[in-house]
């Protein structure tokens, strides 16, 4: 309270008393269990041992073997060639004794003051702060504490030393004794524990808020399956059985089940129609002879869309539909990229639908956002008069893409015996909530970085 009145000085120090361990003790004695093995190497004609005849030569206890293969290779010491062990030059020439690591332990069998410790030690230190089970570590603190001009005057002013009070009881309330009592003052400026309230997660929080907009925007909430029949995922939206997007390294299979009950034989041919010729929609299809084995195929969804057309199979126009839900792609695990992710897919079909509707909405969907968005060309299988969103970050001063959109194919359609335009869009959530929380890693969305969560706000407001 003094310090922060400005009426004293007070420096804190915090000493770190450092020494061996019990274990470390037997490593001053016997040496790191890595050295224990450069001595017996060194020591040895042949150059190349076995791994488990130079662990059982060396002593070195099982929990150390995979630890102590480790020092040695980093050290660059050995290696390691068809599970034996080879001595290098470098392991060879080595001296033990001389060792960064041996001439610590032997200074750190006392306690010793971590600031006592030559600063040529530092790394060393550090390594072994790292490995458990080889130092003792206590900390101490001690405070200096000195007058500030402030504090001088006070005392040559003089003061009274008078007990002060700072919470009441109920007998000095009844019995007036309060109207006696000093009380002491309210800092407003102090130091108040910080509090991490209960929060949403920011993904979820993302996807709350999406669902919400197309709620307001009169759109239809659907759900479904993660895991789908090729069929739909696939076959149902136009997609050739020998697109790339169906191989092994784009796309989960599932083994059990394995094969997926189709709908009923008349949609199935139509789908077939229109793979194979184009059925009656004035396309010449894909020329190739549909497999229906290939279509029973189980996946795990890659994309949403699956839903809208299961939605349309059931639903006749006019319609406005919507789907949040978890997709599944074999995709590498980088800053941009993951196996398992949220997309939000949605539909809207009507007579008098045309592609600037399509484009009114997704403008609108993103103005909800706070984005500035525009459109650019693109191609999707089972679209056309297809593009991609691209939204403006202002903090990076580009454009990026966020989802892709069109009108369905006819291929699509005809099958569905849907006679009116349908509009079908999707987008990737976690891109948009990289972008909301301005991070450039995917996987921080996923890790437990509780020091991230915390400093997130409660709520986000929306950017203007």
Same mark, same amino acid.
């Given at each position: 309270?003094?310090?922060?009145?400005?009426?004293?000085?007070?420096?804190?120090?915090?000493?770190?008393?450092?020494? #061996?361990?019990? $274990?470390? +003790? @037997?490593?001053?004695?016997?040496?790191?269990? %890595?050295?224990?093995? &450069?001595?017996?190497? !060194?020591?040895?004609?042949?150059?190349?041992?076995?791994?488990?005849?130079?662990?059982?030569?060396?002593?070195?206890?099982?929990?150390?073997?995979?630890?102590?293969?480790?020092?040695?290779?980093?050290?660059?010491?050995?290696?390691?060639?068809?599970?034996?062990?080879?001595?290098?030059?470098?392991?060879?020439?080595?001296?033990?004794?001389?060792?960064?690591?041996?001439?610590?332990?032997?200074?750190?069998?006392?306690?010793?003051?971590?600031?006592?410790?030559?600063?040529?030690?530092?790394?060393?230190?550090?390594?072994?702060?790292?490995?458990?089970?080889?130092?003792?570590?206590?900390?101490?603190?001690?405070?200096?504490?000195?007058?500030?001009? #402030?504090?001088? $005057?006070? +005392? @040559?002013?003089?003061?009274?030393?008078?007990? %002060?009070?700072?919470? &009441?009881?109920?007998? !000095?309330?009844?019995?007036?004794?309060?109207?006696?009592?000093?009380?002491?003052?309210?800092?407003?400026?102090?130091?108040?524990?910080?509090?991490?309230?209960?929060?949403?997660?920011?993904?979820?929080?993302?996807?709350?808020?999406?669902?919400?907009?197309?709620?307001?925007?009169?759109?239809?909430?659907?759900?479904?399956?993660?895991?789908?029949?090729?069929?739909?995922?696939?076959?149902?939206?136009?997609?050739?059985?020998?697109?790339?997007?169906?191989?092994?390294?784009?796309?989960?299979?599932?083994?059990?089940?394995?094969?997926?009950?189709?709908?009923?034989?008349?949609?199935?041919?139509?789908?077939?129609?229109?793979?194979?010729?184009?059925?009656?929609?004035?396309?010449?299809?894909?020329?190739?002879?549909?497999?229906?084995?290939?279509?029973?195929?189980?996946?795990?969804?890659?994309?949403?869309?699956?839903?809208?057309?299961?939605?349309?199979?059931?639903?006749?126009?006019?319609?406005?539909?919507?789907?949040?839900?978890?997709?599944?792609?074999?995709?590498?695990?980088?800053?941009?990229?993951?196996?398992?992710?949220?997309?939000?897919?949605?539909?809207?079909?009507?007579?008098?639908?045309?592609?600037?509707?399509?484009?009114?909405?997704?403008?609108?969907?993103?103005?909800?956002?706070?984005?500035?968005?525009?459109?650019?060309?693109?191609?999707?299988?089972?679209?056309?008069?297809?593009?991609?969103?691209?939204?403006?970050?202002?903090?990076?001063?580009?454009?990026?893409?966020?989802?892709?959109?069109?009108?369905?194919?006819?291929?699509?359609?005809?099958?569905?015996?849907?006679?009116?335009?349908?509009?079908?869009?999707?987008?990737?959530?976690?891109?948009?909530?990289?972008?909301?929380?301005?991070?450039?890693?995917?996987?921080?969305?996923?890790?437990?970085?509780?020091?991230?969560?915390?400093?997130?706000?409660?709520?986000?407001?929306?950017?203007?």
């Amino acid at each position: 309270m003094l310090q922060v009145k400005n009426i004293i000085n007070m420096d804190k120090t915090i000493h770190e008393s450092i020494s #061996l361990s019990k $274990e470390g +003790l @037997k490593y001053n004695d016997e040496g790191l269990p %890595e050295h224990k093995i &450069l001595k017996v190497l !060194q020591n040895k004609d042949v150059q190349e041992y076995s791994m488990s005849d130079i662990i059982k030569e060396a002593d070195i206890d099982k929990k150390q073997t995979n630890i102590a293969i480790g020092w040695l290779m980093r050290k660059h010491w050995t290696k390691l060639n068809n599970k034996k062990i080879i001595i290098t030059d470098t392991g060879i020439n080595t001296s033990i004794e001389d060792l960064e690591e041996s001439q610590l332990l032997k200074l750190l069998v006392n306690n010793t003051d971590s600031k006592d410790i030559p600063k040529e030690f530092n790394k060393t230190l550090n390594e072994f702060r790292k490995r458990k089970g080889i130092l003792n570590i206590k900390t101490s603190q001690s405070f200096k504490i000195s007058l500030k001009k #402030l504090g001088e $005057e006070i +005392l @040559k002013e003089g003061f009274t030393i008078q007990k %002060e009070a700072t919470q &009441l009881t109920h007998e !000095q309330l009844k019995s007036g004794e309060w109207k006696k009592l000093h009380y002491r003052g309210y800092d407003v400026n102090a130091e108040t524990p910080i509090n991490y309230p209960g929060k949403i997660h920011p993904l979820a929080y993302t996807i709350d808020e999406i669902r919400n907009i197309f709620l307001d925007m009169g759109f239809f909430e659907d759900r479904g399956n993660i895991v789908e029949s090729a069929f739909w995922n696939f076959d149902c939206l136009f997609q050739p059985q020998d697109h790339a997007a169906r191989e092994m390294q784009d796309t989960f299979y599932v083994s059990n089940p394995n094969k997926a009950k189709l709908p009923e034989q008349k949609l199935v041919n139509h789908v077939k129609d229109a793979h194979e010729t184009g059925a009656n929609t004035g396309s010449d299809g894909w020329n190739y002879d549909w497999n229906m084995d290939i279509a029973r195929q189980t996946v795990l969804r890659t994309h949403t869309t699956c839903l809208s057309v299961r939605h349309l199979a059931n639903n006749k126009p006019p319609l406005k539909m919507f789907s949040v839900g978890r997709v599944f792609r074999r995709e590498t695990i980088n800053y941009k990229h993951l196996p398992e992710f949220h997309q939000v897919e949605g539909i809207v079909a009507d007579e008098d639908l045309s592609f600037k509707n399509l484009l009114g909405i997704l403008k609108e969907f993103y103005k909800k956002l706070g984005f500035k968005v525009r459109f650019r060309p693109a191609y999707f299988p089972y679209t056309y008069l297809s593009t991609e969103c691209e939204i403006y970050v202002k903090e990076k001063k580009s454009w990026m893409e966020l989802g892709g959109s069109g009108m369905f194919r006819p291929e699509v359609l005809e099958p569905l015996n849907i006679k009116t335009p349908v509009a079908a869009f999707g987008l990737g959530i976690e891109r948009l909530a990289m972008m909301r929380y301005d991070i450039n890693d995917i996987r921080m969305l996923y890790e437990s970085d509780i020091g991230w969560l915390r400093d997130l706000p409660v709520t986000y407001n929306l950017k203007q």
